[in-house]
């Protein structure tokens, strides 16, 4: 039999697709100011005002979603794995030229969305969130693995 409890989620599709949009658009942005500011270095052998331009738009990004992810009560620096995970999306985003490879261009984007997914997993109630959860501090990986010789 299934349950019909309803699932609250923080984030809803549509606000995390908007987060995600609006991430993209931040990427795509970056991506633009490096390929401008490689090709001033080729030309000129300067390319300062890009490096800070890109520089100013990572602040700027990371601030957006603190903010957007704070009005549904997720903070971006109370769980270590999402500290570790933001400062690790901010470090890369602000490494000038690495927004140009493959592997980093989209950064912004993978960040906000394995966000998304690990919050929404935690609101499910997924393995994930007895193990990270702070909803309930008490109530986490003690409780959900038995003690050793307790009955």
């Known amino acids: 039999m299934s349950s019909d409890k309803k699932i609250e989620y923080r984030i809803s599709w549509l606000y995390g697709g908007l987060i995600l949009a609006l991430a993209?658009?931040?990427?795509?942005w970056e991506l633009l100011v490096?390929?401008?500011?490689?090709?001033?270095?080729?030309?000129f052998g300067f390319g300062l005002l890009f490096w800070i331009l890109?520089?100013?738009?990572?602040?700027?990004?990371?601030?957006?979603f603190w903010l957007l992810f704070?009005?549904?009560g997720i903070f971006l620096g109370?769980?270590?794995?999402r500290f570790l995970l933001t400062?690790?999306?901010?470090?890369?985003?602000?490494?000038?030229?690495?927004?140009?490879?493959l592997i980093a261009t989209f950064g912004w984007t993978l960040g906000a969305l394995l966000i998304i997914l690990i919050e929404r997993s935690e609101?499910?109630?997924g393995a994930l969130s007895k193990i990270t959860s702070l909803k309930?501090?008490?109530?986490?990986?003690?409780?959900?693995?038995?003690?050793?010789?307790?009955?």
């Open 24 to 28: 993209i658009i931040y990427d795509l």
């Open 34 to 43: 490096d390929f401008l500011g490689t090709a001033l270095v080729i030309v």
């Open 54 to 64: 890109n520089f100013l738009t990572g602040i700027i990004a990371m601030l957006v």
């Open 70 to 72: 704070a009005t549904k």
């Open 78 to 81: 109370k769980t270590p794995k």
């Open 87 to 101: 400062s690790i999306i901010f470090i890369v985003e602000q490494i000038p030229g690495l927004d140009t490879a």
């Open 123 to 125: 609101d499910r109630g």
């Open 136 to 151: 309930n501090p008490k109530k986490g990986l003690k409780e959900s693995i038995p003690a050793v010789g307790k009955s």
